[in-house]
């Protein structure tokens, strides 16, 4: 019924892994895993910095530009400027904020790394809190 497999496979060979296939092992995967999670709630918080100030943001911003920083080998996340983004509520960055945060914290943990761990766990407590009140209206 299914026409049988006829070429080689590019990703290994009988001899072994193929030499000209990058290979990166499953640390490096779940620091690039973790970098992009952190990076993403970074924007998050950016933008919630443009439409809330706070000085717990801020402290955040810079706590979570120093993990994606020290993830990706000392280079800087970028960094947008959102002043012309304000179309979501609060409320929906506090919720997408706190997903974030989630995914980087299952990543953090299965990568045993306790500093970004510690800091999601923090960031999806803040925004919980941030929350309470939409929740408590319910």
Do not use: C, W
């Amino acid at each position: 019924m299914y026409e049988p497999i006829r070429d080689k496979s590019v990703h290994s060979t009988v001899d072994g892994p193929n030499p000209d296939f990058p290979h990166r092992s499953r640390e490096e995967e779940l620091d690039i895993q973790l970098a992009g999670h952190l990076a993403a709630l970074l924007a998050v918080t950016d933008e919630l910095r443009a439409t809330q100030a706070s000085a717990d943001l801020d402290t955040a911003a810079g706590r979570l530009a120093e993990q994606v920083s020290r993830l990706r080998g000392g280079r800087a996340p970028v960094r947008a400027s959102t002043s012309g983004r304000r179309d979501r509520g609060t409320a929906a960055l506090h919720r997408r904020a706190h997903a974030l945060a989630g995914r980087a914290l299952v990543v953090a943990a299965s990568r045993a790394d306790t500093a970004a761990a510690i800091l999601a766990a923090e960031r999806m407590d803040a925004h919980t809190a941030a929350l309470e009140p939409e929740l408590a209206s319910r």
